[in-house]
Each structure stands twice: as C-alpha cells, then as structure tokens.
C-alpha cells in the first residue's frame, strides 16, 4: 500500500517512520511511504503556501495553488483505488471502522494544513474527504497524519505479524474495547507487604475460563448518538 504524504514539514516524520512495525514493513515492501514538501509546488522566491484570508480575521490561509499542483506531480490515475485526504478539524471524526475501510485502498494521500486553515477549495475540489482524529484543534495535521497512516497501516495484510491479534484487539468490533493483559511476573511486591497479582484464572491452564473472563472483562461502550 502507498501513503503520499503532503506537508510543509516533512523532516517530523522521519524518526517515527523509522522505527518498529512501521519499519519494517516498508523494510518488506508491505508499505510504500513517500514524503512531499509541499513548498515545492510554490511560484514566489519566498515559496510562501498562506496568505491572508478573504473577509479579514486572523491568522493565514493556506493556498489551494500548491496543492492543486502538487497533487498534479503525483500523477493520480485511478481514483477509485486512491483516497485523497484533508486532514481537518471539521472533518468527520476517524475510527477503527475508518481505518478498515482506508485499508482497501491501494493508495491513500494524506494532505496537512497549517496555520489558521486550508482554502476551502482544497476540500471542495481537490480532496476525497476530510478526517478529524478528535474534537480539538492541533497546530497541524502532520500528527492527525501519522495517526492515519498508522491505524490504516496496520490492517494491510502482513504488516502485524499475527493476524488474530487485529481480531481481538480494542474496537475491532464496534464499541468493545479488549480484555486486560497480563505478564509475569504473576505477583508484583511494588512495597514490602504489598501484593499486585494475576487473576488466578489466567494461570489455571483452563481455556474456556479463560475465554469467559475475557468475555466479561471486555468493555462495551455506550453507543455514540447519530448526530
């Protein structure tokens, strides 16, 4: 799977993309990352991508210029196996369900505003949808990013080692989060006289005990009101 990724800081990604699962599938060949600074597909000698906005107010407004001809370069040809996104604040909120649907894609471009916002032409023309990781408001969408890229990344055939792990882990099926985990040692003595054990059942050997007080432990959530 490939990620385009659209930013006027492309140096913030390069230690996370470097290390661990994400590592090593590009290391497989499993995901094809590719950075893009955005100020490449500037006209002025100051490469500026803001300007004032229209109306007044504060702050700037990136440009749709760059943009349009950035997304130009990377030469899209078929658009019902690429997905290009604005990453938001207005933008509809990003879930496990997102993440699964994101994955069927062969190609997702991930677009990162700054400063006041992004010309609205840029969501109008030019992007697929917007996304949103939260109802709060970042200084960027480089992180929003990288939290795509990450949870999309990780329901790409092969990136997780095992594939069963994607099943039983949190929201995987909607509005269940999973089970607590345990390791050794079965008993922690943080203090003397203090005790911080394992429930006895994940010791006893039994499977379907064990399969039981997974089930309960398991949290459901309430359901999120349609809007």
């Not at 661990?20 to 497989?28: D, E, M, T, W, Y």
């Not at 917007?130 to 890229?149: F, K, N």
């Not at 994940?202 to 009101?225: D, F, M, Q, T, V």
Request: charged residues 30%.
């Amino acid at each position: 799977m490939r990620f385009d990724i659209i930013t006027i800081f492309p140096r913030m990604f390069d230690n996370y993309l470097s290390e661990s699962i994400i590592k090593r599938a590009r290391k497989r060949r499993l995901l094809d990352i590719r950075m893009h600074d955005l100020r490449t597909w500037t006209t002025d000698r100051h490469r500026s991508v803001d300007d004032r906005p229209f109306g007044g107010g504060p702050g700037m407004v990136m440009m749709v210029g760059p943009f349009h001809r950035a997304l130009k370069s990377l030469r899209i040809r078929d658009r019902r196996k690429t997905r290009v996104i604005l990453l938001s604040a207005k933008g509809k909120t990003f879930s496990h369900r997102e993440a699964v649907r994101l994955s069927k894609y062969r190609r997702i471009v991930l677009l990162c505003g700054r400063y006041e916002g992004v010309d609205e032409r840029v969501a109008r023309h030019l992007a697929d949808e917007e996304i949103s990781i939260g109802e709060y408001v970042l200084t960027g969408g480089e992180l929003p990013a990288l939290v795509v890229l990450d949870a999309v990344a990780r329901q790409v055939p092969g990136v997780i080692g095992k594939a069963v792990s994607l099943q039983e882990e949190s929201h995987a099926t909607e509005g269940v989060t999973e089970y607590p985990q345990y390791t050794r040692p079965a008993d922690y003595s943080p203090a003397k006289g203090q005790h911080w054990r394992v429930p006895q059942v994940l010791l006893s050997g039994n499977h379907s005990k064990i399969a039981e007080w997974r089930a309960r432990k398991s949290r459901h959530l309430p359901k999120k009101k349609a809007k």
